[in-house]
């Protein structure tokens, strides 16, 4: 109980640095992370079936049942960590950086440019928008 205060926490702190840029550009952080890197494989609703599912060799997970296989409960933390790469999973590749980490870094210095920022603040709140929104499609 106390891990998921301590999620909560991190995620509303970490959240809450996120650029104002996301909410300017009128749109949802979350959706479009998935959407730009997510719905290739898992398919626009998380149901995996996106378009590249018969190039993979696993079979790809129905995102919008992770509550359902989890007792009713989204495994929030355990969904941010596969994400980050702190849980492995073999279809995402190898774990030397997160599945994303490498895209979110190179967004950031294009964001920032030369002005001084935190390169890990501005991953994880990506990371945190998008787990947030895969929470968003379990199923009811």
Known sequence: MRTRYL????????????????????????????????????????????????LLSARTPDLTTLAKRNGGTYPFARVYELIDGTQTVKAHGPRDMPVWGTDYLIKAAEYYGDMPYNPQVYVRGRVLALTEYIARLQAK
């Open 7 to 54: 999620v909560a926490a991190v995620a509303a702190a970490t959240l809450a640095s996120i650029p104002i840029t996301a909410a300017a550009q009128g749109g949802d952080l979350g959706k479009r992370e998935f959407d730009s890197n997510c719905a290739v494989c898992h398919g626009k609703t998380g149901k995996g079936d996106g378009p590249y599912v018969e």
